[in-house]
């Protein structure tokens, strides 16, 4: 299967195309100074973030890349209408119109919980509500040492 990745850097963007085996996870989606960007998996190998995002189109997809790269750099991004807290240690990436919603561990790292296209104007408590799911059981398959099973 081939995927279609976007690189960003401040003065280029390129895209190039790797082919990702099906049964291996792609955690990392970059890897920065201050903080490692992963998508987040269900035991059934499946990631509803990584799902989503592979079905934008390229210029959807840079502007998560763009606010991904500058979070994993720098360490923040000021601008709220940008990524913002959601409360109960929510955050969520805001590349209109499109929410990707995440949260902070240990290692320096944030993962991406789930994704969707924002409809209205407050965050839907729904989505918040799987947010919230995924971090609990991340936090506990990492404790029990089975999260990163392929890697």
Do not use: H
Not at 16 to 36: A, I, Q
Not at 71 to 96: Q, R, V
């Amino acid at each position: 299967m081939s995927l279609n990745f976007i690189y960003l850097d401040f003065v280029t963007v390129q895209c190039y195309t790797f082919n990702v085996d099906k049964e291996k996870k792609e955690y990392v989606l970059y890897k920065g100074e201050k903080f490692t960007v992963e998508w987040y998996y269900t035991e059934k190998n499946k990631s509803q973030p990584f799902e989503y995002f592979n079905s934008l189109d390229s210029q959807q997809q840079m502007k998560l890349l763009y606010l991904v790269k500058r979070m994993g750099d720098f360490g923040k991004i000021s601008d709220k209408t940008k990524f913002n807290f959601e409360e109960d240690g929510i955050w969520a990436f805001k590349p209109k119109p499109d929410r990707f919603l995440s949260f902070f561990t240990t290692g320096k790292k944030i993962i991406i919980t789930n994704a969707f296209e924002k409809k209205c104007q407050k965050l839907p408590p729904a989505e918040k509500e799987k947010a919230e799911k995924c971090r609990k059981d991340y936090e506990n398959r990492v404790k029990g040492g089975t999260y990163y099973d392929n890697i």
